[in-house]
């Protein structure tokens, strides 16, 4: 009996031990597969660290070397565009006033204009969050751009704010004294520009696209840095009158060849000035690069097939004056719209600007020496309400309902709302600038005097303002 018992265990305890042994074989199976999931995560999340590494370097490097471009286009890019428009006894005066921004608006924007202008604050301006620069450096900033660093953002953002009071210059060539220059254009940065930004780019600005009161569509500047310039520099040109001998004798470029060369640094620097607003080296980017061409290309032809059909000859200043129309129309656009669409605002652009160029300015008599408000006003308002008009979702889905729903961005889309948005944009900087650049005008008139006098004007600039010359003749023996 107790054999059979044996026997019996045995063979009822074998198929239980070749179970726990299958079943200790599938725990250890199971361990082993879990470690390798654990270790299969981990690389996961390494790659993915690698990964935004990799997009967070070269998005900065896209937008550091759109900074170097935006800065190229100041000096030498309109440093030589209105050099070479001016006289010759004029051309480092000129000259000057754009290399003087570079230097003077660095210092300002490092101080406390920065945060003025992208610092929470109200709608209307920015606060003190990143005075003296605090809290700008190595780290993002998910509220301007999530992959690039606060400080490139602000280091790109700087050489749009050395720019744009750079282009008002144009207007009061040859006329104004250097240090009442200076004070203007620091004191219009900070209390012209630097709201400006903030309502149309500044977290929580009254025009933002993303939750302003006015959504303006604006991707690279057309109403902070073109409209607000363009209008404080007719401004300008009315405010200090005439220049003497204007409309009695003539006043031709004295050299043809610095604007060319100046305009074509301009075109190329307007890369980074467009393309680079997309804080990113990604599809928008390559948009609003294809755009910009396009844009500058059609209003080239446009000015210049203008003048033909006028019978004039095409003139090189006619060409290069409606690229920088075309250029300028399509800065608030470049984000926002196709090639065909670009091409139709250039054209328009360079047909508008020439038109306020020869025949309004000519007709109401004000003398905007290097038609600053000609190109840059009338292109910039231009520009900004046919985004309203072509703006495409297609592009950029910049707007969206309580669901995550992308709704029409433009007109032609279904969004006809648009074209008010962006008109309201257009008047908040017009009436910004001419209020503004009225009063920091007569500010700096009773305080230091803006006119250089008579004999300054007749002698010229380069002697009377720095004491040296554009150009030093050997005179033969």
């Known amino acids: 009996m107790l054999r059979f018992r044996t026997a019996l265990f045995a063979v009822i305890a074998a198929p239980l031990a070749a179970r726990a042994q299958d079943v200790t074989a599938i725990a250890a199976r199971t361990q082993g597969a879990a470690a390798n999931v654990q270790n299969l995560a981990a690389q996961v999340a390494q790659l993915e660290q690698h990964v935004h590494a990799a997009r967070l370097a070269a998005d900065n490097a896209w937008m550091l070397t759109s900074a170097v471009l935006v800065l190229m286009m100041t000096g030498p890019g309109l440093a030589l565009f209105y050099g070479g428009l001016v006289r010759k006894k004029n051309v480092l005066g000129t000259m000057m006033q754009s290399f003087a921004m570079m230097a003077i608006v660095t ?15 109200t709608s209307i301006i920015g606060g003190t969050k990143y005075v003296f ?13 999530m992959t690039i660093p606060f400080g490139t953002f602000m280091i790109y953002q700087l050489m749009f704010a050395i720019i744009t009071p750079a282009l008002i210059s144009g207007a009061f060539a040859e006329r104004m004294k250097f240090g009442a220059m200076a004070l203007f254009m620091a004191l219009w940065s900070i209390l012209v520009y630097c709201p400006m930004a903030h309502m149309v780019w500044g977290q929580g600005g009254l025009l933002n696209a993303v939750g302003g009161r006015f959504p303006t569509l604006d991707f690279a500047g057309g109403t902070v840095v073109h409209v607000t310039s363009g209008v404080s520099a007719l401004v ?33 620097g307007w890369f980074g000035f467009n393309a680079g607003s997309a804080l990113a080296a990604g599809t928008l980017a390559t948009s609003a690069f294809v755009a910009t061409q396009m844009g500058a290309a059609a209003a080239a032809l446009g000015w210049v097939t203008a003048e033909w059909l006028r019978g004039e000859k095409p003139s090189a200043l006619g060409a290069i004056s409606g690229a920088v129309a075309g250029l300028v129309a399509i800065t608030p656009a470049a984000g926002y719209v196709g090639p065909m669409a670009a091409l139709f605002i250039g054209a328009a652009a360079g047909g508008v600007c020439q038109f306020m160029v020869v025949v309004v300015k000519a007709k109401l008599g004000y003398d905007d020496s290097l038609d600053a408000f000609g190109i840059h006003g009338a292109g ?27 709704l029409p961005a433009g007109w032609l889309e279904g969004n006809a709302h648009q074209i008010l948005n962006q008109l309201a944009g257009v008047g908040v900087a017009v ?14 008139d009773i305080t230091v005097g803006l006119r250089v006098s008579q004999e ?3 002698q010229g600039l380069d002697l009377s303002q720095h004491g040296e010359e554009g150009y030093y003749w050997e005179v033969p023996v």
Do not use: Q
Not at 389 to 402: E, L, R, Y
């Open 133 to 145: 620069l605090r809290a700008v450096g190595g780290a993002t900033n998910p509220a301007y751009a």
């Open 236 to 268: 300008c040109a009315l405010y200090l009158g005439r220049r003497l001998g204007h409309g009695e004798e003539p006043m031709p470029p004295h050299s043809m060849v610095l604007s060319v060369i100046g305009a074509c640094m301009l075109w190329v």
């Open 456 to 458: 300054h004007e007749a």
């Open 431 to 444: 009436v910004l600038a001419v209020v503004g650049t009225l009063a920091i005008l007569k500010l700096v």
């Open 380 to 406: 910039g308002m231009l520009g900004a309400v046919l985004t309203g008009v072509f703006a495409s979702s297609a592009i950029n889905p910049i707007f969206h309902d309580a669901t995550g729903r992308v």
């Open 107 to 121: 210092a300002i924007w490092a101080l406390f204009s920065f945060s003025l202008a992208f610092a929470p604050g």
